[in-house]
């Protein structure tokens, strides 16, 4: 079954295409942890057992928000992270197709800092729905970020 298409704007970009995105964008995500990393541990990733548990954390939280900066600042701009440049696709504002402005850091909020969470369990689990909602998500194929943000993903033109 084939999605829906807003009025007047391009095609919705296919699930293949966001994941591929996606993969792109998560290994922009390793290398900022591995930067954070080497940052706040230094010497000590190498011995991941002599570091503090509130040190990894601190490398967790200020990679996520490297990241939520990223992708709002990218998104905010021009509807187009790394990954969204190099598939063609990009994020637009459902109502009338425009680059996501302000939106983009709602998006990016919903989609990059529940990951700070992650020694809860709940950061992970909730990027996995997040992510995968746009499987099941009828006509748009949105994911939960873009729901927040009231935004779709398309192709660019």
């Known amino acids: 079954m084939t999605a829906a298409q807003p009025t007047g704007m391009a095609p919705l970009a296919t699930l293949g295409q966001r994941v591929l995105a996606r993969l792109v964008d998560t290994a922009v995500l390793v290398g ?5 990393s080497a940052a706040v541990l230094g010497g000590a990733m190498s011995r991941p057992d002599d570091v503090s548990y509130g040190r990894q954390v601190l490398v967790g939280v200020l990679t996520f928000a490297l990241y939520f900066a990223y992708e709002g600042a990218m998104t905010a701009a021009r509807g187009q992270t790394l990954g969204k440049l190099m598939l063609r696709i990009r994020a637009a504002r459902l109502a009338d197709g425009a680059v996501p402005g302000q939106a983009g850091w709602t998006r990016a ?20 729905l997040n992510s995968l909602w746009c499987v099941w998500d009828r006509p748009y194929r949105q994911c939960l970020h873009d729901k927040a943000a009231r935004t779709v993903v ?4």
């Open 109 to 128: 909020a919903v989609y990059a800092l529940p990951g700070a969470l992650a020694v809860l369990l709940v950061g992970p689990l909730f990027w996995l």
């Open 154 to 157: 398309v192709t660019a033109v």
């Open 32 to 36: 900022l942890d591995l930067l954070m």
